[in-house]
């Protein structure tokens, strides 16, 4: 047992800490009741392994995780040299008030263009949200690939010196006249800092988004935009 604090609460702290984010977290544990296991993924651990552990599970899972990682660091070095080579139209975003500094994108991939910003919200930006929405399409997309998706995936990208972040979650719906017979999208929330916790409560307002989008329903993306900065807001950027 860990002397000070549990295995959850140790994740919860470090999780506050923006330079920990990318690092990929495992729970190894005797505590192996369905509870305990729903609570760490719930948490958004990147797996759960419990007592007695198979040596070879235990070695693919790591080897998966750091491999993940690795992309994410080189897609977020990528989008570094992408913001410096937009510094010049981002400084004068910057200074505005935070709340106008929070953009809700929808990228589409069209198989003959590529990514497509469909949608974003607020309308007018000093920032380039079409090509951010593009290399964040790219981004999640080399992660996690153009390909079936089971389930929604999601990943947070911190680009501390121009203090912008961005959190994108990856879907797809079957679309008969697309390639694969699927039709693949991203929904980003863009803001000046998105903390791992806040990006949980994004996370779940991106999939009712989603969903709306599978039905073909009708989305409103200023009611949306509202409850993201009050998210945004109500918590520390900072953190």
Known sequence: MMPTMNGYDFFKTISKDPQYLQIPFIFLSALDSPEDVRLGKLLGVDDYLTKPVNEDDLLATIEGKISRNKKRVQISDELKEFFLSQETE????????????????????D?????????????ESNLPLKKIGNQLFQAISTIYGQQSLTEAEGILINIEN????????????????????????MLAVIAPSISYFQSLQIKKILLNMSNYIKQKK??????????ITKILISLPLQQ
């Open 218 to 227: 009708e989305l409103n993306f200023k009611e949306v935009w509202g409850k």
């Open 90 to 109: 981002m400084k004068e975003q910057i200074s505005e008030k935070q709340k106008s500094q929070v953009y809700i994108l929808r990228v589409d991939w």
């Open 162 to 185: 121009f203090k912008i972040a961005g959190y994108s979650l990856f879907n797809s719906y079957i679309d008969k006249q697309s390639r694969g017979g699927e039709k693949e999208f």
């Open 111 to 123: 198989d003959k263009f590529g990514p497509n910003l469909v949608e974003n919200y607020p309308k």
